[in-house]
């Protein structure tokens, strides 16, 4: 049976299949989570988590997260082995009604440049306003990224 619940720092453990290749930002996350600037959400199936999406609050880029009334979606991923069975959608309903709830309008939430599919999945959730083009720095190689935004 599949639940959605709230993340927690050990939760990392069991995502590891996630961030095999990403430990610095990794660290960076659960800073951010212990200073409460971030939150998660995670999908459990039995004792297994299959998918994460992280909220943030407020980053130093206003234009993803402002702190006052927008929210920045980031990290949406779902275990391949559960993809394309509604899944996904459940979390970032789910993560949508959360930040709704705490008094939030806009949410952004970015995609690579080069993943049509991702972009046309994020359009059929609303995400349909391109607020940003950009180069995202932190990686290697450098990959260009667009921001959406949705209302709420």
Do not use: C
Not at 23 to 37: G, Q, S, T
Not at 60 to 67: E, H, L, P, S, V
Not at 135 to 148: H, Y
């Amino acid at each position: 049976m599949i639940r959605i619940r709230k993340g927690e720092v050990k939760d990392f453990e069991k995502l590891s299949w996630g961030w095999k290749n990403s430990k610095k930002i990794l660290e960076k996350y659960i800073e951010a989570i212990k200073k409460r600037k971030q939150e998660f959400f995670v999908v459990e199936d039995k004792n297994n988590l299959i998918g994460e999406i992280h909220i943030f609050w407020k980053d130093k880029d206003k234009q993803k997260a402002n702190g006052k009334n927008r929210a920045y979606l980031s990290t949406f991923r779902i275990h391949e082995d559960f993809q394309g069975k509604g899944i996904g959608t459940k979390l970032i309903e789910h993560a949508l009604n959360y930040i709704k709830k705490k008094g939030y309008t806009q949410v952004t939430i970015g995609s690579y440049k080069d993943e049509n599919k991702t972009q046309r999945y994020y359009n059929k959730l609303y995400f349909k306003r391109k607020i940003k083009t950009d180069t995202d720095k932190s990686i290697k190689p450098q990959r260009d990224f667009i921001l959406f935004l949705r209302e709420l």
